[in-house]
């Protein structure tokens, strides 16, 4: 079973630049998160979609972030313009209807640099 | 005060140690608790879940979880250089695709 797959790697940026990450979860999970992660830090979630509609948006920055899921299978995530403060890894994860509860797989994650 | 703490280390131990890694948390609703395993570089991985309190065994790792206490803790017997990660914890208030609360990491490092 292929992995949740996610580009770029790296990326690095000037601010107020704007940059947008690519995630393709495993084939048939519904759901798919993305998450900000800096350094020393947890993961925290900026969006949640089940299929391609918003489950939780909360913490997501919406002056700056926005994210989209069409058909419900990619999923881009974009910053503009970026901060600073934006210097982080990205990641997205997805889950299966199905199982045990909590477990979400993560792709490698996008290292997001802002200078 | 943080939903979840979690001492981020470093923790350094010899091969063969056992290791003890905790999170307290805040919210009485959690009732899913989860430990992840981040590899430099890598996205995390599901290492062991818990429902409500209890113990759960899984080869050389242990996880615990104390409602009443709001303290989850993962122990490592036997510990091997290829366990050397960041451990981090995860909750849920429950429901099925749920959004987890991670704690910031524990580093751990173990040397042969």
């Known amino acids: 079973e292929a992995g949740v797959a996610q580009s770029p790697r790296y990326k690095i940026i000037e601010k107020r630049q704007s940059v947008a990450f690519w995630c393709n979860p495993i084939?048939?999970?519904?759901?798919l998160y993305w998450y900000q992660q800096i350094l020393g830090q947890g993961p925290k979630l900026l969006i949640q979609?089940?299929?391609?509609?918003?489950?939780?948006d909360s913490q997501l920055p919406k002056d700056r972030f926005s994210a989209e899921r069409l058909k419900g299978v990619d999923s881009t995530l974009k910053i503009q313009p970026a901060k600073l403060e934006d210097s982080a890894v990205y990641l997205c994860?997805?889950?299966?209807?199905?199982?045990?509860?909590?477990?979400?797989?993560f792709g490698p994650g996008t290292r997001l640099t802002v200078l | 005060q943080k939903e979840v703490e979690q001492d981020p280390g470093p923790l350094s131990v010899p091969e063969g140690a056992i290791v003890s890694l905790n999170c307290t948390y805040s919210?009485?609703?959690?009732?899913?608790f989860m430990w992840y395993r981040q590899y430099s570089r890598k996205g995390p991985e599901l290492l062991m879940y818990?429902?409500?309190?209890g113990n759960k065994e899984d080869g050389r790792f242990t996880a615990q979880v104390d409602k009443s206490s709001k303290y989850i803790s993962l122990f490592i017997r036997d510990s091997q250089p290829s366990d050397s990660a960041t451990y981090l914890c995860?909750?849920?208030?429950?429901?099925?695709?749920?959004?987890?609360?991670f704690g910031k990491g524990t580093t751990l490092s173990v040397s042969s």
């Open positions: 919210n009485s609703a959690f009732q899913y």
């Open positions: 084939s048939g999970h519904a759901t």
């Open positions: 818990t429902y409500s309190s």
């Open positions: 994860a997805s889950r299966p209807t199905s199982g045990v509860h909590g477990t979400q797989y």
């Open positions: 979609f089940q299929n391609n509609g918003v489950v939780d």
């Open positions: 995860a909750m849920s208030e429950g429901q099925a695709g749920t959004a987890l609360i």
